[in-house]
């Protein structure tokens, strides 16, 4: 359903996506790991071609995003569901418009069958008592779920969700993850889970990935992760300070100023020069 | 025209050049800000073709447009006639002397008058709707792209730039011309105050001169500076908002560029069509 090949992404000198190569099948649901900034928002934006890499491609449903008309990248954009790290929401429209827009401006749907679909999706995600308030007045929790909301009405059959834990407590973290599971479920849905919401995440994924020096270092099994024999994903998910992966800072030395972001940390054992 | 942003327009420009031996780094960081120069120069042609094919093809975002009339326009009214009214003013108070000197102060009315159509007018208007209205439309688009909202829109199939660019563009074309004609007639009557209560010109001298001088050209004159101020406007507040970098220096750096790179191109190009136009 998705399929990464070789992809390539630098910005100026710093090289970000170093031949990155995923392979997510239909109907499998994809948590990507990886340290802050390694690149996994990046990677994930390369699906949807929000970004175009340098070198390598990216394949959705077995079309050649780098080869499709501005009408075919929107006909398969439509198929895809995008959860943004920052929600972005538009804070100049109320929770029912903003679940509504992509409906009012992009179909033909009568305005009583787009309110039936909103509500009936707002409900979903338990905000039906929300709709007239603007996003300013919502709280974290309420504003990721809005944003599935607003992501799951246009019925996507691949969903992308950007780090949507972030900054929330344990609790809704737990009810917005059981969101996405249900949703997964219930639709069928094909997904790339970017998430450091460890373990819980690996409840609701079938496979875990990990992003680290701008390559995929490991894909297991999520019911396997946790006892991995890769040391570096078995140190990231036990959040081990020691280990093949070294976290910036550690030991008095500080990172190279020309290392990209994500490769701050070093890798001892991957033949890179210590900082 | 077709439009992908995502491919023509976000790529990043061109590194400064610092990464090459230091023998060389001088001419590798010339040629790398002449790259820049000319790739953002690229960039912002490529933008503005884009936002007139928007504008000029349907859906127009009407809705959108006069909410942004209403912004950039109706609440710019108070500021203005304030401007203008003391524009007229000291413009009175300093001409009058003079005009006196040379038992010319019958003249007051018509050189207040087409100082203000031809130039002040639409020049300080424009200079104020670019700080009062420009900056916050930089501003706001620029968190826009940060907030990754215009990455939504483009997902969700729909161009950023008919949602924000465009109605910001009818808008300016709108209003600014509406604005300079309000400053040209709040100044005329701050002149007045100053010509005929304070210094003692005839009431009938100051506006009946007017009448004889100023033509139908000097006041279409006018008008066509405002909108084409207004063109420039909306177009470098929006590009810099549109292309802001991340987090709130970014925003920052974008919305001072904004009102810098509005105000001197307004003055720049204020020469160029006085030169043409009269």
């Known amino acids: 359903m998705i399929c990464i090949e070789g992809l390539w992404k630098a910005f100026g000198a710093q090289e970000v996506l170093r031949g990155v190569s995923l392979r997510v099948q239909a109907g499998e649901f994809l948590a990507l790991v990886g340290l802050s900034g390694c690149g996994k928002s990046l990677l994930l934006k390369h699906v949807v071609r929000l970004v175009a890499p340098d070198r390598g491609r990216v394949l959705v449903g077995g079309k050649d995003l780098a080869a499709l008309s501005r009408r075919e990248l929107e006909a398969t954009r439509s198929r895809i569901g995008y959860v943004f790290q920052n929600s972005a929401l538009f804070d100049s429209l109320t929770v029912y418009e903003n679940v509504a827009f992509p409906l009012q401006e992009k179909t033909r749907l009568r305005e009583a069958e787009i309110r039936r679909k909103v509500m009936a999706q707002l409900e979903e995600v338990g905000l039906e008592d929300a709709a007239e308030k603007c996003p300013a007045a919502l709280s974290g929790g309420m504003v990721k779920r809005v944003a599935l909301a607003r992501t799951l009405v246009r019925n996507p059959e691949i969903l992308l969700l950007d780090e949507p834990t972030t900054g929330l407590d344990p609790i809704v973290s737990g009810a917005i993850l059981r969101l996405f599971a249900a949703a997964h479920q219930q639709r069928n849905l094909t997904g790339i889970l970017v998430s450091h919401h460890i373990p819980a995440i690996f409840s609701i994924v079938q496979k875990v990935a990990m992003l680290h020096g701008g390559r995929i270092v490991a894909v297991e099994a999520a019911a396997e992760v946790q006892a991995s024999r890769n040391a570096m994903l078995a140190q990231f998910v036990n959040g081990n300070p020691e280990g093949p992966i070294r976290p910036i800072g550690s030991r008095g030395q500080p990172a190279r100023r020309t290392a990209p972001p994500g490769l701050e940390a070093v890798v001892k054992d991957s033949g890179e020069k210590q900082p | 025209m077709e439009i992908n942003p995502s491919e023509t327009l976000m790529e990043p420009l061109p590194a400064r050049g610092s990464e090459h031996p230091r023998g060389l780094r001088f001419f590798a960081r010339a040629g790398a800000g002449l790259l820049r120069l000319l790739a953002g120069l690229g960039r912002a042609g490529v933008f503005f073709g884009q936002t007139l094919y928007c504008t000029a093809t349907p859906p127009l975002k009407l809705r959108l447009t006069v909410k942004q009339i209403w912004f950039i326009g109706w609440k710019s009214i108070g500021v203005i006639c304030l401007m203008a009214v003391f524009s007229g003013m000291v413009l009175a108070l300093q001409a009058y002397p003079t005009l006196r000197q040379l038992g010319s102060e019958g003249f007051l009315g018509p050189l207040v008058a087409l100082s203000l159509i031809r130039e002040l007018g639409p020049v300080l208007s424009a200079l104020m709707v670019t700080g009062?209205?420009?900056?916050?439309?930089?501003?706001?688009?620029?968190?826009?792209?940060?907030?990754?909202?215009?990455?939504?829109?483009?997902?969700?199939?729909?161009?950023?730039?008919?949602?924000?660019?465009?109605?910001?563009?009818?808008?300016?074309?709108?209003?600014?011309?509406?604005?300079?004609?309000?400053?040209?007639?709040?100044?005329?009557?701050?002149?007045?105050?100053?010509?005929?209560?304070?210094l003692g010109l005839n009431t009938g001298t100051y506006f009946g001169e007017m009448g004889s001088y100023v033509r139908l050209h000097d006041i279409l004159g006018g008008l066509y500076k405002s909108a084409s101020f207004g063109l420039l406007v909306a177009w470098v507040c929006c590009y810099k908002g549109y292309y802001t970098q991340p987090g709130a220096q970014g925003v920052s750096t974008a919305t001072t560029q904004a009102v810098v790179n509005s105000s001197v191109l307004i003055l720049g190009c204020d020469y160029f069509v006085t030169a043409l136009l009269f």
Not at chain 2, 140 to 153: H, S, V, W
Not at chain 2, 157 to 172: D, H, Q, W
């Open chain 2, 132 to 198: 009062r209205a420009g900056s916050s439309i930089a501003a706001e688009i620029g968190i826009r792209r940060t907030n990754e909202q215009i990455d939504a829109l483009e997902l969700m199939g729909l161009n950023p730039l008919r949602y924000l660019v465009t109605p910001n563009l009818l808008a300016f074309l709108v209003a600014l011309p509406l604005l300079g004609a309000i400053f040209d007639v709040a100044a005329i009557l701050g002149g007045y105050l100053v010509g005929v209560k304070l």
